[in-house]
């Protein structure tokens, strides 16, 4: 969108926790252009166009603090971001979502600001955003507006995106409870609620544990009847009709007044009530033949129609329904009375709202007829006009909670109706003069039983007390101290990620729990990987937390996807962060160490109250982290002579480390041996540093997970990191008698720690193949590769497959300008060539160390060396693998 010189760059939906908000929220980069320099207060009228178009500016408090700061600040003048952000929220309450977080601040590019909006359905908050912005730049430069139409628009796409009133009150009370919801369409009402082994859905009202057979049985309506009758339940005598003349046979066999209604009919639609001669009849059959399956004929019950909801075996609440209709002055025609009763802002269309709209359809001219009316017909001042018989709130009818006035034996009656249907959420109704005294009394009756009952005739009567029913339905899916969530360690940082997400994994395994994990690799379920590539985001996370087998979730979380989406889940039980390094700077507005620290900051915002963050006290800009923890914080570090781990454990903390070559858990100033080093033998007795920290998260991790102990040590002495367990992850093994090292390290801290686990030694050269991302700055190339110099001999430099819009060789050529003079050096056009050179001008005894980019692509290349250096017919196995 551009306009008057404003430009809408990039619109983001962060779905989960993020950098600016525990919530939901759009990020828009906005350039206001020449508007930088044009405050509110320069734009004559402004202030009083905008408010006058939406009124409810007028209590927003910005940082003034009190209703009508923000209008205040118009007056004393302020800029188009931060208008747009207040539109936007504003909107959004005109839209019936109750949303209040917003924020806008600048970039540090002249004009270019960032503005941050809490939302609750997506696609209606980005087209809030936008009509926030038209119509402010509208109201600045005294533009033509409709305003009202806009709105209207805006809460017709409301209607189409938003929770119906049932889901909505079970998605509340679920999240009362923090029970997870994640929403499964994004127009519908599938929600599934609860992750993994725990996870139950909802659609409406209706659950997974619905039973599919007890929902057939309410569709077809004589067959409900003649199972409640079976055990003494009051039900109309009726028969289904396939013709308008069979309709008025059965009518006088049954004796007028009669019902019709679709045999397989909900909401209310085609019931026609209170049917008294032929001409109704057929009239009626007209209408309630346009739905599915045959017609019931039934006979009619005098009294108001009550509907009773069960829940779980126990009446929760009922409501009286009466039909929709409106009150005559004297002057206006029926048609406009509907018109001004519409105009009710709890009306809308559908069943999005409290109430519905009145329709003066088929079914309401024949209710009309009864009574001597069309629809231009002028009521008596005071006189009621019904249009409609049925009292469904779906046609426009209004509802009265009855709850507390219910006769107990009433309540007993639909209990067992929705006993005999084995229907764990059933809305029973029921017709009779007075539902205190009870049904036998009175000649009253069950009508129907209803296995997805609408719910907001209960949340929110028309009159009388409201009744929370979302709450009986969540205690039922989820009783008071069971499961809805599976234990989630979340693992952040710049290196050690992955490896760190299979060993915490490993544990879980050796602990006997099915494991669903991510990593850069793929995402696995129970070791099989069932998504390939990197899947360190919250779309991967999201498939691992929705299956329904995962008993345990390790995810791995970049940096990338906390930007690009916010993190997959709401909150975790372990925030782990391995380390910081320079990695990824100048990418997505992240320059500086400590904009990357915030980032990846967002895991440990994340940790629940109950939960752990897991830092690395080594480092200390992870371990000032601990001030963002809501949870207990567990610190490791290589050794106990750590400052910070001392200051933690004289306060009674928890930490991990080393003490006499044996990794040692304390809390407080109870310390236990765990396992020594040399049983943890991907740390080569401790020898290498990075394998050594890994170790240590994993395991502060996993004891913080509440796992035992004993298998924590089990799972560190039977974790290998080689090529099929943890692939680019420091895999050493030999080649033609050669040392071969494959690794992903791509930073200067992943490059430091390479060069302290391979030192040079007398008598063999090291010989690196590397390629570097291009999506880091000059510098941090520069460093990464720099930091290989010490200890390789001579090098194959390549261009990734994918050069992130740099020149072919430009990375190659940097990091040949850093080299030594007299160093050995080759150029190759991608990975496999450099494999292949690599090991060409390698000889026996040599090491070969391989950065990979596309590690599966490198297992490849080794492989067929492999292969063919087995073959002793074959001379020079590079060209063979060439072929």
Request: hydrophobic fraction near 40%; proline fraction near 5%.
């Amino acid at each position: 969108m551009t306009a008057h010189g404003v430009t809408v760059r990039k619109i983001q939906a962060l779905r989960g926790p993020n950098l600016y908000a525990y919530k939901t929220v759009l990020r828009v980069e906005l350039d206001i252009g020449p508007l930088e320099e044009r405050p509110s207060n320069s734009f004559p009228g402004f202030v009083e166009r905008l408010t006058s178009w939406l009124p409810g500016l007028h209590r927003h408090e910005c940082s003034v603090g009190r209703p009508g700061g923000f209008v205040e600040r118009l007056h004393r003048g302020t800029y188009l971001a931060h208008i747009t952000e207040h539109v936007t929220i504003a909107l959004q309450n005109e839209m019936g979502f109750d949303v209040g977080y917003g924020r806008a601040r600048g970039t540090g590019e002249p004009g270019v600001y960032t503005v941050v909006v809490a939302y609750q359905e997506e696609e209606p908050a980005r087209e809030a955003f936008r009509v926030a912005l038209e119509m402010t730049l509208a109201a600045m430069f005294d533009e033509p507006y409709d305003a009202p139409a806009a709105i209207e628009r805006l809460k017709d796409l409301a209607d189409e995106y938003r929770l119906g009133p049932s889901t909505k009150a079970i998605v509340d009370a679920a999240r009362k409870r923090r029970i997870p919801v994640k929403r499964l369409t994004p127009t519908g009402s599938l929600v599934q609620l609860g992750y993994g082994v725990y996870q139950k859905r909802i659609m409406a009202s209706q659950t997974s544990d619905t039973s599919a057979i007890a929902v057939d049985i309410c569709q077809e309506k004589p067959l409900t009847n003649t199972i409640l009758r079976a055990v003494g339940i009051s039900v109309p005598e009726g028969r289904t009709v396939k013709s308008a003349d069979e309709a008025w046979d059965v009518a006088q066999d049954l004796g007028l007044p009669v019902i019709l209604k679709p045999e397989a009919g909900n909401q209310g639609k085609g019931v026609m009530v209170n049917l008294r001669s032929e001409a109704e009849v057929r009239a009626a059959y007209a209408v309630a033949s346009q739905y599915r399956g045959d017609v019931l004929v039934e006979r009619h019950i005098e009294g108001d129609d009550y509907r009773l909801l069960v829940v779980d075996g126990k009446m929760v609440a009922a409501a009286r329904r009466d039909p929709a209709q409106v009150m005559g002055d004297g002057k206006s025609t029926i048609a406009q009375l509907v018109e001004v009763a519409n105009r009710d802002p709890r009306r809308r269309p559908g069943h999005s709202s409290s109430l519905t709209r009145i329709r003066l359809d088929d079914a309401a001219q024949v209710v009309l007829q009864q009574q001597g009316f069309t629809g231009d017909s002028v009521p008596a001042a005071g006189q009621a006009v019904k249009l409609r018989q049925n009292c469904n709130l779906s046609t426009g009818g209004t509802a009265a909670d009855v709850t507390d006035v219910v006769h107990p034996s009433n309540a007993r009656l639909a209990e067992l109706a929705a006993q005999m249907l084995n229907l764990d959420i059933a809305g029973i109704d029921l017709l009779c003069k007075d539902i205190r005294r009870p049904l036998a009394e009175q000649g009253g009756a069950i009508v129907e039983v209803n296995a997805a009952p609408g719910l907001r005739m209960h949340i929110q009567p028309t009159s009388g007390v409201p009744r929370d029913v979302g709450g009986p339905i969540i205690d039922m899916l989820y009783p008071p101290g069971t499961p809805s969530r599976i234990p989630i360690v979340a693992v952040t940082g710049t290196n050690g990620k992955t490896t760190v997400v299979r060993l915490v994994a490993h544990m879980f395994e050796t602990a006997r729990r099915r494991v669903g994990f991510t990593s850069t690799e793929g995402t696995y379920i129970r070791g099989e990987r069932i998504l390939e590539g990197d899947c360190s985001g919250p779309k991967s996370a999201q498939a691992v937390l929705l299956h329904p087998r995962v008993e345990a979730a390790v995810l791995e979380v970049a940096r990338g996807g906390i930007l690009r989406e916010g993190l997959g889940f709401d909150w975790c039980s372990v925030g782990v962060v391995t380390n910081l390094s320079s990695d990824h700077l100048g990418v997505g507005g992240i320059d500086t160490m400590e904009q990357l620290a915030r980032v990846k900051q967002v895991v440990v915002e994340s940790v629940a109250e109950e939960g752990a963050a897991v830092l690395n006290a080594d480092d200390p800009r992870v371990a000032e982290m601990a001030a963002a923890s809501k949870g207990k914080v567990v610190y490791f570090g290589r050794s106990p002579e750590n400052p910070i781990l001392q200051a933690h454990m004289l306060q009674g903390g928890s930490c991990v480390f080393v003490e006499n070559n044996i990794i040692v858990t304390a809390q407080g100033h109870i310390r236990q041996m765990l396992v020594e080093l040399e049983r943890v033998t991907f740390t080569a007795g401790g020898t290498l540093r990075f394998q050594l920290e890994n170790a240590l998260a994993a395991t502060a991790a996993a004891w913080a997970s509440g796992l035992n102990p004993a298998l924590i040590v089990r799972a560190l002495t039977t974790f290998r990191t080689d090529m099929r367990t943890t692939p680019g992850r420091f895999n050493l093994f030999g080649l033609a008698e050669r040392q071969v090292i494959l690794d992903y390290g791509h930073n200067v801290g992943a490059m430091k720690a390479l060069g302290e686990a391979l030192p040079r030694t007398e008598g063999r050269r090291t010989l690196m193949a590397i390629g570097l991302p291009g999506d880091r700055r000059d510098e941090d190339i520069l460093a990464t590769f720099q930091e290989t110099l010490s200890f390789v001999d001579e090098y194959v430099l390549y261009d990734l497959k994918d050069r992130r819009d740099r020149a072919a060789l430009e990375i190659p050529q940097m990091m040949k300008s850093c080299l030594p003079p007299g160093t050995p050096f080759h150029f190759a056009k991608d990975q496999r060539e450099a494999i292949l050179r690599a090991f060409q001008q390698t000889r026996t005894g040599d090491r070969m160390v391989i950065i990979a980019d596309i590690v599966h692509e490198a297992l490849e290349v080794l492989e067929a060396l492999a292969e063919v250096d087995e073959d002793a017919a074959c001379e020079n196995p590079v060209e063979r693998v060439f072929e």
